[in-house]
Every structure is written in structure tokens, then in C-alpha cells.
């Protein structure tokens, strides 16, 4: 699976984006997860199977939807505690749950 | 409290998403947005340049090394910052395009064509005939590079935005010329674009003329009184910056990225064109022309470390011991999210108080103490560059900035301290009730 993280900047997010590689399974071990500021995310999308948004982003969630829909790619922002504390256990089984029940 | 917090939130929710959903939502502000971010290799480039080129102490203890360098490395200046006006043009045109959804490629190019219409090629300068000085001789066959650096910028994003506004408003009017669907799309492409772009280019040369009947002249002397000047001023203002700091706040409390909605979307465009004439100035080795620039940043990016270093000294509960830790690193680097969402900051009535005013305070204070000390940053930094060196660096080594940086974060220490331990002891009482049941 491919996830994709959307912030601001792409920085507070990569943070996450280690501790979500370091809780990967062994059988996870090839997953893609990368960590992109919002003004890629067109251009990006269309490479990944997930996309997470930062939820200070969390206003533009309608816009991203719009683009992500047709595409049938699950969007979602992150639990605001989950993001602070930076559990990436948490969010890579978030991300895991949006892409079975998509 | 509760319903109080309810109550803020939902009148919050009603006034400021809309609009920070507007803001972002606007094709043009995001154009303008992007096309000024594009420049920043550029800028962090030509900053590089600055610290090598104006080596603090260099010229007292070695004269010719530092000669060399300066002479070595100033081409790099007028190539680079004396272009920013066309990088801008450059990055607010490929982004526009792609919104407008017209090919990006045709974008730059009426957007640039445009620009140089409504350019002179001809300056009146001072020259030197024979070993005589000749003063307001006409030059000709020239482009006077003073409208292709920073005091262009707002007459290229004008440009930018209103030539392919019409460009692509009159390719949506199939106003071109069709191919048979036999000739390949790669040379059919620009027969489509040649009617848009001609009669863009048509309008542009339209204002050029109308123009040289007023006594402005030239478009580009026209946007410089009207609008770059009162805008600078108004960009060069505390004031301005202290209410959108202000405002940010305002918009991190309700979750939302408030850096982005206030400072980059509205400050920085002006701020950047600040900036650059700062830059100006200090290649040449004049006074600068302003103080408050986008280089201010320098300061403004830790102010949040304050609050999360009273959390780790003063946090006795778990809650504040775990956020402490988890946010204290990212903190040096400038991130403050783990802070703000972990603790969370977000919709804490406890700390709103602090939340609101604690960082306007700091920036005010650093904004007196700079034009007191004359520590101005002059140099643009990545924002992730831990705090000391970006003042350091970005003042080319003017050690006041140590001193300003140290005053706002004790500043913002000691007022933040009480508010932490009113927080903690919140959380240590909820813990303890947790653990008794």
C-alpha cells in the first residue's frame, strides 16, 4: 500500500511519517509512505492508495475531496491527539482501516 | 466555561472557516501564493551568495581574499535577485495555467510576453561620452533591469494573472484556429494558442499606448505610484504584522494551519518584495531601505518554543511530561505541531488567554529592540533553521540578534509559566481522578 500525508509544509508531518515506518509489519516492509505539502497534492495523488491530511488542514479537506473522489482514494484527516503525540502505531492503523473499507 | 468554549467555537467556526476556506480557495491568491514560493531557491541561492560575498571581518583582516570573493561572486546577484520579477512571473504563471486548466507552457509565455509589451526598451540614465558625463541621455536597444527585479514583482503578478485570465477566457470562447483532426496534436498545439495569445498580446499593447498619453508614462511607473508604493508601506508595517499574528492565532486555536492562511497568504507577497530591495541596497552598499521585511521571520519562528520549554521544566503530569518530550525537538526546528495538536492547545480554554497575546507581545518586543539595536535581518532563511542561527545568519552575524532572540523567549517563558502550571495541575487532578476509580 501507498500512503500519502498532506500539511502545510510537508516538515511536521514527516515526523510522523518515521514513526509510521518504524511500526510497520514485517510482510508492510515494501509500503510506501511519504509526507508532501498541499500545493503538490494534485500532481502527486494518482501514486498512492491513502491520503491522510494533517489536521490543521482540515479546512481544505472539501477541496482535496473533490480531487480524490472520482479517483475512488480514500481521504481522511488525522485524530488531532494522535497527530500531536505522534503515534504512528495509530495513524498507520488508521490508514490501514480506510483502505479496506474503501 | 464549557458552554462558553461551545459557544466560541461555533462562532469561530461560522466566521473563519468560510473565510480561510475563501482564501484558500481563490485561483488567484493561491497563484500569487505559489509563484512566490517558487522563487525561494532563488532567494535562498542569492542569500548564500550574500554571507560568502559580505564575510563578517573579512575585509579588515584579509582585504584580498575578500575582494576576490566580492568580485567573484556579485555576477550571481543581478542574474538571480535582479531578475525575481520574471521567476515570479515564471512560477504565478505555471501555477495560474494549471488552475485555469490551459497548457502551462503557453501560459508562461503570454504571461511573459505580456510583461515585456508593457515594458520600455529604452532607459534615461547618466552616461559617459569621450571622458564627458551626459546627463537624462536617452539609451536605446536596452531593458532597464530596475523593472525586472523587486519593484516589478506586483507589476508581473498584475500581468501574470490578467494576461491569462483573458488568454484562457478567449480559448474557452473557441476563438482558435482548429486543425483537421489528421495533423498530429504537437503541431496543432500552437496554431490553437496563436489567436489567444495574439490578441492578449493585442491588449497589452492597447495599455502600453493608452498609457503614454497619461503622465505616468509607462505601465510599469503607473503600478509603482499607485499601488507597490502605498503597498510597501503598509507591508513595512508592525502593525499589520501584529494583527495577522494575532489573527493566526486565532486560526492555529480552532486546528487550522493559521501560518498559512494570514502570513504566507497575505504578508508575503509584500513582505518578499520588502525583502528583496533590502537586498538591493545591501549589494550596493546602501542604507537599507526598509526594516520590516519577510527576513523578520528570523525572529518570528520560535516565538512558540516558550511555551513548550515551561511544559518541560514545569509539567509534573503525565499528559505535560509526554507532550513535553515529544515536542521540545521538533520545537528547536521551528515545528510546533505536536504542541499544539498533542496537548492540545487546540480549544483549550485555559490557555486562550496566553495563546492570543503571549506571541504578538514577543514580536512587538523583538520589533523594538531590532530598530533599537539595528539588528535587522536582512537575509532569508529556511524556516526550519533552529533559532539563535536564524538571527545570526540572517543579520550576516550581527550578535545583537543573540540578545533579541534570548529577551523573547524569556519574555515568553516567564508569562507563559503561570498559564503551564494552571494547565498542569488541571491535568494532574483529571489523572488522579482517573487512577482513584
Not at chain 2, 83 to 96: C, K, W
Not at chain 2, 179 to 197: D, G, Q, R
Request: charged residues 15%; hydrophobic residues 55%.
Amino acid at each position: 500500500m501507498k500512503i500519502l500525508l498532506v500539511c502545510a509544509a510537508g516538515m511536521s508531518t514527516s515526523l510522523v511519517v518515521a514513526k509510521m515506518k518504524k511500526s510497520l509489519k514485517p510482510e508492510e516492509a515494501d509500503w510506501v509512505i511519504d509526507a508532501i505539502p498541499a500545493e503538490s497534492f494534485e500532481t502527486e495523488i494518482d501514486n498512492y492508495d491513502v491520503v491522510l491530511l494533517g489536521p490543521q488542514l482540515k479546512f481544505k479537506k472539501n477541496q482535496l475531496e473533490e480531487v480524490a473522489k472520482p479517483k475512488g482514494i480514500p481521504l481522511e484527516v488525522i485524530n488531532m491527539a494522535d497527530y500531536g503525540t505522534v503515534r504512528g502505531d495509530k495513524i498507520l492503523e488508521f490508514a490501514r482501516q480506510l483502505y479496506q473499507n474503501k | 466555561m464549557q458552554k462558553f468554549m461551545e459557544k466560541l467555537e461555533k462562532f469561530l467556526n461560522k466566521y473563519l472557516m468560510p473565510l480561510s476556506d475563501m482564501v484558500n480557495r481563490s485561483q488567484i491568491i493561491t497563484a500569487i501564493k505559489e509563484g512566490m514560493i517558487s522563487t525561494l531557491p532563488i532567494l535562498l541561492l542569492s542569500s548564500a551568495i550574500f554571507i560568502f560575498a559580505f564575510f563578517p571581518y573579512m575585509s579588515q583582516f584579509a582585504p584580498a581574499v575578500d575582494a576576490w570573493l566580492k568580485n567573484t561572486l556579485r555576477p550571481l546577484i543581478p542574474a538571480t535577485l535582479g531578475m525575481l520579477a520574471i521567476f515570479v512571473i515564471f512560477g504565478t504563471a505555471n501555477s495560474y495555467s494549471r488552475l485555469r486548466k490551459i497548457d502551462s507552457l503557453f501560459g508562461i509565455v503570454v504571461a511573459f510576453t505580456s510583461f515585456m509589451m508593457i515594458t520600455p526598451f529604452s532607459t534615461t540614465t547618466e552616461v559617459v561620452v569621450n571622458g564627458q558625463k551626459v546627463q537624462n541621455a536617452l539609451v536605446t536597444g536596452v531593458i532597464p533591469t530596475a523593472n525586472l527585479g523587486a519593484t516589478g514583482i506586483f507589476t508581473a503578478l498584475i500581468v501574470t494573472i490578467l494576461s491569462i485570465k483573458i488568454y484562457s477566457f478567449i480559448q474557452n470562447k473557441n476563438l482558435v484556429i482548429k486543425m483537421p483532426e489528421s495533423v498530429p496534436p504537437a503541431v496543432a498545439a500552437p496554431f490553437l494558442s496563436t489567436i489567444p495569445i495574439a490578441i492578449t498580446i493585442l491588449v497589452f499593447l492597447a495599455v502600453r499606448l493608452l498609457m503614454e498619453l497619461t503622465p505616468f508614462g509607462t505601465v510599469q511607473n503607473a503600478i509603482y505610484v499607485i499601488l507597490t508604493k502605498p503597498l510597501l508601506g503598509l507591508g513595512g508595517s508592525i502593525w499589520l504584522v501584529l494583527f495577522l499574528i494575532f489573527i493566526q492565532q486565532i486560526f492555529w486555536f480552532l486546528g487550522i494551519h493559521g501560518t498559512s492562511v494570514t502570513l504566507i497568504a497575505i504578508w508575503k507577497p509584500v513582505a518578499t518584495v520588502l525583502m528583496a530591495a533590502n537586498l538591493d541596497a545591501y549589494n550596493a552598499g546602501q542604507p537599507l531601505p526598509y526594516i520590516l521585511t519577510w527576513a523578520f521571520m528570523a525572529y518570528m519562528v520560535h516565538c512558540k518554543l516558550s511555551p513548550i520549554a515551561a511544559l518541560v521544566v514545569f509539567g509534573k503530569s503525565e499528559q505535560a511530561k509526554t507532550i513535553g518530550k515529544v515536542a521540545l525537538v521538533p520545537a528547536l526546528f521551528n515545528i510546533h505541531e505536536p504542541f499544539i495538536f498533542g496537548l492540545p492547545v487546540v480549544l483549550n480554554a485555559t490557555l486562550l488567554i496566553p495563546w492570543l497575546f503571549i506571541e504578538p507581545l514577543q514580536i512587538g518586543i523583538a520589533y523594538l529592540l531590532m530598530v533599537w539595536t539595528e539588528a535587522i535581518p536582512v537575509l532569508p532563511m529556511p524556516f526550519t533553521l533552529p533559532l539563535f542561527f536564524q538571527g545570526v545568519l540572517s543579520t550576516n552575524f550581527n550578535f545583537w540578534s543573540i540578545a533579541i532572540t534570548a529577551v523573547m523567549f524569556i519574555v515568553g517563558f516567564v508569562l507563559w509559566v503561570p498559564f503551564i502550571k494552571i494547565l498542569d495541575k488541571q491535568m494532574l487532578a483529571a489523572e488522579q481522578e482517573n487512577t482513584t476509580k
